[in-house]
Nanobody
Framework: QVQLVESGGGSVQAGGSLRLSCAAS????????MAWFRQAPGKEREGVAA???????SYAEYVKGRFAISQDNAKNTLYLQMNSLKPEDSAMYYC???????????????????WGQGTQVTASS
């Protein structure tokens, strides 16, 4: 069993920054890979970034160079630093965790078995 609790969402002007956090607990194996996904109203959930326990990262093209995923394994916390936010980044952001996830599937939501409740991010122009 894995529990994930996101925080840090909010409303900012376009061009601004936010840092999301995800506090994780439970079965360490089931948290071997962690990721951030987002879902805007009327759209499908999409992958944003992922990181393995060893620190290998993956990013969606639409956030490369603007977002950075990181983790503090001692604190069991996942982060997403979001810079240069655009209105199209507005969505509910979810933290996800899974056991072994192949590198080429780390931004695929069906590979993850544990999810947080989400935190809203809004960037207005």
């Amino acid at each position: 069993q894995v529990q994930l609790v996101e925080s840090g969402g909010g409303s900012v002007q376009a061009g601004g920054s936010l840092r999301l956090s995800c506090a994780a607990s439970g079965d360490r194996y089931r948290r071997s890979v962690m990721a951030w996904f987002r879902q805007a109203p009327g759209k499908e959930r999409e992958g944003v970034a992922a990181i393995s326990y060893g620190g290998v990262t993956s990013y969606a093209e639409y956030v490369k160079g603007r977002f950075a995923i990181s983790q503090d394994n001692a604190k069991n916390t996942l982060y997403l630093q979001m810079n240069s936010l655009k209105p199209e980044d507005s969505a509910m952001y979810y933290c996800a965790a899974g056991p072994i996830v192949p590198l080429d599937r780390r931004l695929v939501s069906s590979e993850y078995i544990s999810w947080g409740q989400g935190t809203q991010v809004t960037a207005s122009s």
